[in-house]
């Protein structure tokens, strides 16, 4: 991972500053940025934008410039209206919320409804990150294990509610790191049982089986129902950092106490657009990318693998006796995959065929040796 460049100055460590106690001991956080050939690590799209389509935002941005000395619209309101209409469900600008990204995205729903002596409640193994938005907000964390399976189920939830009185419930589907989905009617049943404020995180919503099968589709019933998405993955524009989220306007309303002035640049903003402009183009490679997913779990199963099944674009896959040693051998192939999850277990996404074809050349030799997989 690339350092931050030393710059001269004052002979300070880290350690002698005056930190927050609950930072002390920490790390950034971040998946390893490495130049090797294969990056298949962080779950991104790996079909950039076309020739067409990024002229059309370098259009876009061409036309910024000459207001550039100006603010942008610090509600977002065109690009919160362009994606009410690409969910669809009724939804309107004012069920919209937008910020740079999904990590944003849920700092502001945890700024809004968690805080000091407030709780929010996810389930293991998920999203690394959601213990530090929680952090980062003075929200108390409290993580419940899920299933065997990776799965959730009604009870499970609403026991753990129960018994730990979460503010923000938080319930991802597909999961991240296992690509597990929680049914829509499993979600329904615990927004009928619990009384806090429910985040469904749908990041991965598009690479599944029926991507309509959303949790917008209860948001008419439920006022205190969050739906989270984000336009890096599907819409493969990660470094345009756009996440956002669909609730009543209350909710949105709420968020909006809480964000920064301008928190969306005019680029940010102008660039979505132009992706939702092309969203049958920019959305052409999902299926693509299910279908090498669905290919690859079974092809490590016939290698002997344990693979959770997944309905996102990235598998969870073991079980290894030291899997660092696999991610460093792997990676020492010119493949970078993900240690990340439960132990023994690695994490890779859907690349292009010659990606994956690659991703195969590497592993091969490695699980072919006797002792690297635990029977």
Not at 242 to 268: E, K, N
């Amino acid at each position: 991972m690339s350092e931050t460049p030393r710059i001269p100055g004052p002979a300070i460590t880290l350690d002698e500053l005056p930190l927050r106690p609950e930072l002390v001991g920490s790390q950034p956080y971040g998946a390893p940025q490495l130049d090797v050939p294969v990056r298949l690590n962080t779950n991104e799209n790996p079909y950039p934008p076309s020739a067409r389509v990024r002229a059309h935002m370098a259009r876009q941005i061409d036309q910024i410039t000459a207001s550039i000395n100006r603010y942008p619209d610090r509600e977002a309101l065109a690009l919160r209206a362009d994606l009410a209409a690409y969910l669809g469900f009724g939804l309107t600008s004012s069920n919209i919320w937008v910020a740079n990204g999904s990590n944003e995205v849920m700092t502001h729903i945890l700024q809004a409804f968690g805080g000091p002596g407030r709780t929010v409640l996810s389930f293991t193994p998920t999203y690394s990150m959601y213990p530090e938005y929680a952090r980062n907000t003075h929200t108390r964390y409290v993580a419940v294990p899920r299933r065997d399976d990776y799965t959730l189920d009604a009870d499970l939830v609403v026991a753990a509610v129960a018994e730990h009185r979460p503010d923000v419930l938080l319930i991802t589907t597909p999961n991240n790191p296992t690509g597990t989905i929680t049914p829509v009617k499993v979600i329904e049943e615990i927004c009928e049982r619990v009384d806090c404020i429910v985040v469904v995180d749908e990041a991965y919503q598009e690479f599944t089986e029926f991507p309509a099968d959303s949790s917008l589709a209860l948001l008419a019933r439920f006022g205190r129902l969050i739906v989270s998405r984000t336009m890096s993955k599907a819409f493969a524009l990660a470094g345009g950092r756009v996440g956002y989220f669909a609730a009543a306007p209350a909710v949105v309303d709420a968020c909006r106490i809480v964000r920064l002035p301008y928190h969306m640049s005019a680029q940010t903003q102008a660039i979505a657009r132009v992706a939702l402009a092309h969203r049958n183009e920019m959305l052409a490679q999902v299926d693509a990318l299910r279908q090498e997913c669905q290919e690859l779990q079974e092809w490590l199963r016939r290698a002997g693998l344990e693979v959770v099944p997944s309905q996102a674009n990235f598998i969870l896959f073991g079980r290894f006796a030291d899997r660092h040693a696999v991610w460093q051998e792997v990676l020492d192939a010119g493949v970078l995959i993900r240690e990340v999850g439960p132990e023994g277990f690695l994490r890779l996404n859907a690349g292009t065929p010659d990606e994956m074809r690659a991703f195969r050349e590497a592993i091969s030799p490695v699980i072919a040796r006797p002792g690297v997989l635990v029977r």
